[in-house]
């Protein structure tokens, strides 16, 4: 199973995916859990002590390690297209309570376009973790649409796309479907986060395909506390654990 959790920002993107990753990791799979969001949070949400993540470096900012893997420095503008990357899971990630986590980062560029040694680095792990690694790989990208521009993401057996009951969210559902056909992803579909009540539900169940629709997360206090305090949802509140253990039944059906 290769998901990558993408929305725009504030849905509750990590919350999603980090509790994914618990429940795999619960059942016994090897899970890797992979942050591609510049303001990396997927570590709190799975359990890390601030201490802990304090000490990573995302993978983008390794000058040293892109620079002797791709070949490319200051006096060399030439690169590799198809570096060495699959030593990089192993070695560079972190593991607590079961997951491994690996901070990719993203690539600070004003034009999305733009092909440099780090967006080199990235997609050739993100293809590795897609292609040749037998895990359970979830993918907490950034907010927006960047990934998909860059093509960043392309392989992926599906997106999920987390959205709040409103019709911002359903807009970038709709963009990511769109440009995800693009990149040959046949699989889009939703969960809706922070849902209050049937009203919500309903205006959801209106906008969204039926076969898109995983399933919703109820708006929970003690979601909103388990962050305040920089500790796991899934260590905090059964309820959110049971409504996405749900919606994972239906993911993999």
């Not at 980090?18 to 059942?27: I, K, M, N, Q, S």
């Not at 570096?83 to 593991?95: E, F, G, L, Q, W």
């Not at 990208?141 to 993401?153: P, S």
């Not at 388990?226 to 253990?245: F, H, L, M, N, W």
């Amino acid at each position: 199973m290769k998901i990558a959790v993408t929305g725009k920002g504030g849905v509750g993107k990590t919350t999603f995916a980090a509790t994914l990753a618990r429940l795999y990791a619960e059942e016994g799979k090897n899970v890797l859990a992979a942050d591609v969001d510049p303001d990396a949070n997927l570590g709190l949400a799975l359990g890390f002590s601030e201490e802990e993540l304090d000490e990573i470096v995302p993978i983008t900012k390794m000058r040293k390690l892109v620079e002797e893997r791709t070949g490319a420095n200051a006096n060399n503008q030439f690169y590799k297209l198809n570096p060495k990357v699959d030593d990089i899971p192993d070695t560079y990630s972190k593991v607590c309570n079961g997951v491994k986590l690996l901070v990719l980062g993203t690539v600070d560029t004003a034009n999305s376009g733009c092909v440099c040694p780090e967006h080199v680095m990235l997609k050739r792990i993100i293809n590795h973790l897609v292609l040749r690694s037998n895990d359970v790989v979830i993918l907490d990208m950034e907010a927006g649409l960047e990934h998909l521009g860059r093509g960043t993401t392309e392989g992926m057996d599906q997106f999920v796309v987390v959205i709040e009951p409103g019709a911002r969210s359903i807009q970038t559902y709709k963009n990511v479907k769109r440009l995800a056909s693009g990149l040959g992803v046949k699989k889009v579909r939703v969960v809706a986060n922070k849902v209050r009540n049937e009203d919500d539900e309903a205006f959801i169940k209106e906008r969204i395909p039926e076969e898109d629709l995983l399933g919703f997360i109820h708006y929970n206090p003690e979601v909103i506390d388990a962050d305040r305090q920089g500790k796991s949802p899934y260590d905090c509140s059964e309820t959110a654990v049971e409504e996405i253990k749900k919606i994972k039944e239906k993911l993999e059906a």
